[in-house]
């Protein structure tokens, strides 16, 4: 019998896969319904294995088939696990003794639980307990390490790569294959796509007071540029995405270009992707567009709508006499681009406008960077040559180009120039210079909602490959196609809250717990390639937008130093002698480090605040409960009274 | 590894020969109320007391911006025996902020901030390092000034006379090379003072005007110290009173009670400079801390040792025994650290911008300067163990027990007790350790440019050491990084008795001579006193003093916000601040020492050690077990404090190295933005709790202090920038900069830079190319 259920469970797995396959949708009820009759069917089995281990009868205590009863008993109660509480939609699919290797604190025997969520895990015997809360959309990769054969203690496990710099290792028992189901578990569920599963946004029931996927609106934020204008208008061509696959349905073109112009700068624009507008001034009204390399080919092929389109665009503020195109990439890079019929806008071809490279790498070299820059700093910071060490990773080199790029798209812009920006395809490269420089010039965007308004327009709504380039639920790590532009670009913005203590709504914590759901597939802001995919997937009904959170609780999100200033452009200082590596990110796994939450400074300006309050509600009590015995001997000269006072220093610098 | 750029150093090591003829006196007569010129007659020299003119010249052009000359200032250079003094009525181009001196203009360079005189003659294409007493074949169309403070100042004599260019020019070179220590100007300027008025006399007796600073020039403060601390078996010894016994130790100083008076006389000889150990603190738990120089004779070592030891170790209430930590052995050495803040001024300020930027970080690493710091940080945390985790009392050895020691010796308090982190604490730390301890402040800094091997920038390395744990802790210390580079500055003012000497008894003996030979009525004193750095009100306003305090301090006494009640703070080992409360618990793991046993993530075989359990317990050396433990507990700001020592965590410390440099300026941006913001809160919580006070004392108050009605005095106010009005967040004022409250408008000129720093830095961005990068390219 016992024979019997393992069969069965074998079996269910394989239908639980394949109806997977076809009814994505329905799995998380379905999936219930088969664990209730398993668990019905299995109950008076249960009962029997127990009164039979009561008798040690070493046959019937198979392991595999008391956890098949756990697995499907647990998973239908919404336990908390040892200290987290279970998001609302988040079940528990397996739990198991384990040893993890931590780095720090070396074996550490404890358990396991894994969700279709996270892996979490509490060491049993440390005080206090070691704790790992790992969301599985953070796993870059799982390995079986050793065999059942390997020598040595701790030599048969597994070991975990996660995208968030940092490794896991565990320990299991040799005897029994023990390794083998978690091994599976995890890798279906940390790589739900790859397995016909949904990813676990799509089954998260969380609630929030504010509906985040309400943040962002293509008109509210034109509008509040000031568009359309006279200069630029609105074009719905692209409502059903059949200019543009990779485009939002709602683009802003020059006045004077035609739909039909539109179609055919098309042609000549790599993946369809024309020049749009992204930002306006609002005094010197010009204009940040944005676009994907022309197809100029080995050829130099040239397209005159294209040409005129530009000008266009460069006529739209009475003062630009040269537009100036912001290639992204090397030189070098475009031109090898030609060969496989990209490029760039020649100087005969473009007449009116100037070329200017800015040297920034392509993903490949950034996903490299960055690898190396883990290899410093876990599990240990690099100790006898940290700098060089840091130094030859490239990371704040490339940080410093993508800035200054970003700089000299906004100095263009405050001087009343219009540009372009694109590098191949317009969707790496660009979104972070035309984001960065937005940020730069407009205060609206540092503030909290405007930064989400930045992040959905510039990068989520413009189609930078999120999917591609984080590999959300994708089992195959070494895809070419991922690479961490985005977490370059949030490391640029967190360079500039650095230089810029006061100009930022937002604190650091934003940026970490961005980055962290940048990965964690609970929310659906960062899922999927583009715009058309993701209303393919219906991602703004069936999933919870990560703004959800953020609004609903905005308190530890924003900078207590934050002073408002309307008309300031931010120049930050592209230089290495400013920029530093983000350690309160990279290196937070670390535990020699003190962890903090906040900034010491943050904090105690929070403390002050506090204590300010407090003063002042002492202080009005006491003239309130004062007014009348103070009255009466008013004749003294204290008449003034302290809230006066207050108003009264004023001493200018 | 890459090493900085050596040969190109060596513009500052070149150095002329001793000058052969000293004296400032009788004072060159280029007077100006002589020379009326019409044009400029109000360009005159605001001259200290005791100071004078030496020589000057007219139409000179101080460089503002290094590649055009459209901001230059039109002036008068002048050089006394105490500055470089550029005058003029053209105001700072771009400048909106500059932190005011009383003894200096705002152009002005004294002559000991000297580091290197450069005249050059464009047309002839020459350049000469002036030194004293020297020669110039050409007539100079420009003089460099090298500034120790990391300066350079140019200025150009394009429209000037030659021969007045040329004769300031030599003036400048002899003058900041003075032969006798007693030609430094602090000796006219302190002399002056006896000599004048009954009131301006009061000026130069005074100990300070009401300083709170003990100098421990006396027992009682000594007294007070071991009190303070609860060293009961530790006693003031005045055996080297008028310097009998050591000419390099204090008069007074501290010693295990056991040891006589006699013995210590006796073993006194067998010590480098007769310095016999001195105590320097006493933990709560009994362990002291205590600094000696090496014993010279082999043969009498161990009797020594075990002689001192036991008088140490019976001061010890559990009578633990004393661990000695040889600091020779382990620390740099004071030419290292010499040749690393060579390379690291080289890198900073010397080399242009654009260029040093791609191999900026292996620069930094390969000057070593960080390197060095961290070792001070490190080895100062294990001394720290020592005393507070293992109790035992601990000994600071060096030879002469007068420069790592005392590095090490202050850090070390520091980190244990928080009375040092306060202003006064932080200044009587730097009297006891430094200035009493005998540091050769005059050697060190070279003073007397006279032998650059005993030049060594020991105190700097110091005030970054303390940084970092600010840094670190920015609310632990009452005091700002302005004050530490406004410290580190002073060190070139030659008028404080705090930087001026090599020990007290060199003070004495030099100020009895110069008050002798100048026939100085001296009254009571015995000798001139110069008065010490911490007399702050000499070089600066009251208001401005306030840029020393740090809003975010919380000291004893300073209120704080604990789960919402406010509440005083005591000093107290249980009194945790609420600031570092709550740690995810994911991330309360323990560390290992030693993590190489782990194969990298990307090696192909994926084995583990089998005994890394073991392993742990080998590899954690039991000081690191105890910073373990002291980092996974929340931060006591009022307690012990430990540095982060991982390299990743240790900074430049940019204020002071990158604060000329106009390049790495943000302009509006910088920690002084947050800064100013909570300054003015903390004025605003200062203003409140007057306000509270005046409640609680009762109504109208007698003393006129608390007159209502009137407005408190700004000097009364703690914070520089003030709140005007509640509830109003103003954005941060204009001038603020990353330099605040220094400027690098006209302090840093290197020559031929083309280009502005703007369009070169855009222009900058470096290609590298890889094969990787050209087949890689996205299509």
Redesign the interface.
């Known amino acids: 019998m016992i024979e019997r259920v393992l069969e069965q469970e074998e079996v269910i797995t394989q239908v639980l896969a394949a109806d997977n396959k076809i009814n994505r949708h329905l799995v998380p009820t379905w999936h219930i319904d088969v664990l209730k009759s398993v668990d019905k069917a299995l109950s008076p089995l249960l009962e029997f294995t127990d009164a039979l281990s009561v008798q040690n009868t070493k046959k019937i205590r198979n392991r595999r088939l008391n956890r098949c009863f756990r697995a499907s008993r647990e998973s239908l109660k919404m336990e908390p696990l040892a200290?987290v509480p279970l998001l609302p939609g988040e079940e528990r699919v397996i739990d198991k003794d384990i040893i993890y290797?931590?780095?720090?604190?070396?074996?550490l025997k404890g358990k396991v639980f894994i969700t279709n969520y996270r892996l979490f895990f509490k060491s049993a015997d440390?005080d206090?307990?070691?704790?790992?809360?790992v969301p599985l959309g953070a796993i870059n990769r799982v390995?079986k390490?050793?065999g059942a054969s390997?020598?040595?203690?701790?030599?048969y496990?597994l070991?975990i790569?996660c995208k968030d710099v940092r490794?896991l290792?565990f320990?299991l028992k040799q005897e029994g294959h023990s390794r083998r189901d978690i091994f599976e578990i995890l890798f279906r569920y940390a790589f739900p796509l790859s397995h016909g599963l949904p990813l676990f946004a799509f089954l998260s029931q969380e609630k929030f007071e504010e509906n985040g996927w309400n943040s962002y609106s293509p008109m509210q934020e034109f509008r509040r540029q000031g568009l359309p204008n006279d200069k630029w208008r609105i074009t719905f061509l692209n409502q059903s995405y059949e200019l543009c696959d990779t485009y939002p349905t709602i683009l802003m073109v020059p006045y004077k270009a035609t739909e039909e112009d539109l179609r055919k700068v098309a042609t000549f624009r790599s993946r369809c992707r024309i020049p749009v507008l992204s930002w306006i001034h609002p005094d010197n009204l010009a204009a940040i567009t944005r676009c994907s390399q022309p197809l100029v080919g080995m050829s130099g092929k040239r397209n005159k709508d294209d040409e005129r389109y530009l000008d266009i665009i460069r006529e739209t503020n009475g003062t630009t006499s040269k537009l100036t195109i912001f290639d992204a990439?090397?030189?070098?890079?475009a031109v090898?681009?030609k060969a496989?019929?990209?490029g760039y806008e020649g100087d005969d071809a473009y007449q009116n406008a100037e070329l200017v490279f800015?040297?920034i790498?392509?993903?490949?070299?950034m996903r490299?960077s960055l690898k190396k820059l883990?290899?410093i700093?876990y599990?240990?910071?690099?100790?006898s040559?940290?700098?060089?060490s840091?130094?030859s990773t490239?990371w704040?080199?490339h940080i410093?180009?993508v800035l200054?790029?970003a700089?000299?798209v906004a100095?263009k812009i405050s001087s009343g120039n219009s540009v372009v920006v694109h590098c191949?395809?317009g969707w790496?490269r660009t979104a972070q210079l035309t984001s960065l420089a937005m940020l730069m010039l407009d205060s609206y965007y540092r503030t909290l909602r405007g930064f989400q308004v930045l992040l959905e327009k510039e990068w989520i709504s413009f189609g930078h490959k999120f999917a591609s380039r984080i590999g959300h639920g994708d089992k195959n790590h070494a895809d070419?196609d991922r690479s961490p532009i985005f977490v370059q670009f949030i490391d640029c913005v967190w360079q500039m809250t650095k230089?810029?203590?006061?100009?930022f709504e937002f604190n650091e914590h934003l940026l970490v717990t961005v980055l962290d759901h940048l990965y964690s597939c609970r929310y659906g802001t960062f899922l999927y390639n583009c715009e058309s995919v993701r209303d393919a997937n219906e991602v703004r009904t069936k999933t919870i937008s990560l703004w959800s959170l953020i609004n609903s609780d905005q308190t530890s999100y924003i900078n207590p130093?934050y002073?408002?200033?309307s008309s300031?452009v931010?120049?930050?200082?592209?230089?290495?002698?400013?920029l530093?590596?983000w350690?309160t990110y990279y290196?937070?796994?670390?535990?020699?480090?003190?962890?903090?939450?906040q900034s010491?400074?943050e904090?105690?300006?929070k403390?002050?605040?506090?204590?300010?309050d407090?003063?002042?509600k002492?202080?009005e009590e006491?003239q309130l409960s004062?007014s009348t015995p103070?009255l009466a001997?008013s004749t003294?000269?204290?008449?003034?009274s302290?809230t006066q006072?207050?108003?009264?220093?004023?001493?200018?610098? | 590894m890459q090493l900085a750029n050596h040969s190109s150093c060596k513009m500052f090591s070149v150095k002329p020969l001793k000058p052969t003829f000293k004296s400032y006196l009788p004072p060159l007569q280029t007077d100006l109320k002589k020379s009326p010129q019409p044009t400029i007659k109000k360009l005159e020299a605001k001259l200290l007391p005791g100071e004078i003119v030496v020589n000057e010249v007219n139409f000179v052009r101080k460089c503002i911006s290094a590649d055009s000359s459209k901001d230059d200032l039109w002036g008068k250079l002048i050089c006394t025996n105490f500055k470089i003094s550029f005058i003029t009525h053209d105001a700072l181009p771009l400048q909106k902020f500059q932190y005011r001196s009383r003894l200096l203009g705002e152009h002005d360079v004294p002559l000991a901030c000297v580091e290197q005189v450069v005249t050059v003659n464009d047309a002839k294409g020459k350049q000469k390092v002036l030194g004293s007493n020297q020669k110039l074949k050409f007539n100079p169309t420009e003089l460099i000034v090298y500034c120790k403070d990391f300066r350079i100042v140019r200025f150009r004599f394009d429209e000037a006379g030659p021969e007045s260019a040329k004769k300031v020019c030599l003036a400048i070179a002899h003058y900041c090379q003075p032969a006798d220590p007693q030609l430094l100007f602090g000796f006219e300027y302190v002399g002056k003072r006896y000599c004048g008025s009954s009131g301006d006399r009061v000026n130069g007796v005074d100990r300070g005007g009401g300083l709170q600073t003990p100098l421990f020039d006396r027992p009682s403060e000594w007294d007070r110290e071991i009190k303070r601390t609860g060293a009961s078996e530790w006693r003031v010894c005045s055996i080297n009173e008028g310097y009998a016994i050591s000419p390099s130790l204090p008069e007074y100083f501290v010693v295990p009670v056991s040891l006589a008076d006699q013995d210590l006389k006796q073993y006194s000889c067998f010590f480098t400079g007769q310095r016999v150990p001195l105590w320097c603190w006493n933990h709560s738990n009994g362990s002291a801390l205590v600094r000696m120089a090496s014993v010279r004779d082999p043969a009498q070592q161990r009797k020594l040792d075990q002689r001192i030891c036991n008088g140490i170790t019976k001061s010890h209430p559990k009578r633990s025994e004393a661990l000695k930590s040889d600091l020779d052995r382990t620390l740099p050495n004071i030419q290292d650290i010499q040749g690393a803040f060579v390379r690291l001024r080289q890198i900073c300020v010397i080399e242009p911008f654009e260029e040093s930027e791609e191999k900026w970080l292996s620069s930094i690493e390969g000057s070593r300067w960080l390197e060095y710091v961290r070792a001070f940080l490190k080895h100062s945390a294990e001394v720290v163990y020592m005393l507070e985790g293992k109790r035992a009392s601990v000994i600071l050895q060096e030879d002469e027990g007068r420069d790592l020691t005392c590095v090490v010796s202050s850090l070390v308090q520091l980190m244990l007790d928080p009375h040092f982190r306060s202003l006064t604490g932080f200044q009587s730390l730097v009297q006891k350790e430094w200035v009493m301890a005998g540091h050769r402040f005059m050697d060190r800094c070279n003073h007397l440019k006279k032998n650059d091997r005993e030049e060594c920038p020991l105190f700097l390395l110091f005030l970054d050491c303390v940084w970092q744990l600010m840094n670190q802790y920015p609310a632990a210390f009452e005091f700002t990084e302005t004050y530490l580079t406004v410290l580190s500055d002073s060190m070139w003012i030659p008028v404080f008795s705090t930087f001026l000497f090599n020990c007290p008894q060199q003070h004495a003996e030099h100020s009895r001579e110069f008050a002798q030979s100048k026939s100085i009525p001296l009254g009571e004193d015995k000798a001139l006193r110069f008065p010490p750095v911490w007399d702050w009100s000499q070089q600066f306003t009251l208001k401005d003093q306030a840029l020393f305090n740090s809003p975010l301090y919380v000291g004893k006494g300073a209120t704080c916000v604990q789960n919402g009640a406010v509440k005083t703070f005591r000093r107290s080992k249980k009194n945790y601040s609420s600031t570092l409360r709550g740690m995810p618990s994911s991330l309360r793991n323990g560390m290992l020492g030693d993590l190489d046993s782990l194969p990298r993530r990307n090696s192909l075989v994926l084995r583990l050690r089998p005994d890394l359990s073991q392993l742990r317990e080998a590899a954690e050396s039991p000081s690191e077990r105890f910073f373990r433990a002291w980092f996974s507990r929340p931060a006591d700001l009022q307690g012990l404090l430990l540095p982060q020592l991982l390299p990743s965590h240790l900074r430049l410390w940019r204020l002071y190295f990158l604060r000329w440099v106009p390049e790495a300026q943000i302009a509006r941006g910088g920690p002084i933005t947050a800064f100013h913001k909570l300054s003015l809160l903390a004025d605003e919580i200062e203003t409140l709790q007057r306000q509270l006070r005046q409640y609680k004392g009762g109504t109208p108050a007698p003393s006129p202090a608390s007159t209502p009605g009137t407005t408190p005095q700004p000097e009364q106010r703690r914070m520089y920038f003030k709140a005007s009005a509640p509830h109003d967040p103003p954005s941060p004022p204009e001038y603020l900069t990353s330099s605040f409250p220094f400027s690098p408008v006209g302090n840093l000129c290197r020559r031929s830079i083309l280009g502005t720093p703007l369009s070169k830095f855009l222009s900058g961005a470096k290609i590298w190319l890889s094969t990787e990068t050209l087949a890689n390219e996205t299509l």
């Open positions: 200290d290797m931590c780095p720090f604190s070396g074996a440390m206090p307990a070691v704790t790992l809360n390995e390490m050793g390997s020598r040595g203690e701790n030599s496990g070991d790569t490794n290792r320990a990439r090397p030189n070098v890079n090898a681009n496989t019929g990209g800015l040297d790498h392509n993903i490949h070299v490299e883990k290899d700093v599990p240990n910071v690099e100790e040559h940290w700098l060089s840091l130094e490239h704040l080199e410093k180009l200054s790029g700089i000299q100095d191949s395809d790496d070419a230089q810029f203590p006061t100009a130093f002073a408002a200033e300031r931010l120049y930050p200082v592209a230089s290495m002698r400013h530093e590596l350690v290196i937070r796994w670390n535990p020699r480090i003190r962890q903090q939450q010491p400074v904090q105690r300006y403390e002050l605040l506090a204590l300010r407090q003063y002042l002492k202080l006491l004062d103070h001997n003294a000269p204290s008449s003034a302290p006072r207050v108003t009264h220093l004023h001493t200018p610098f």
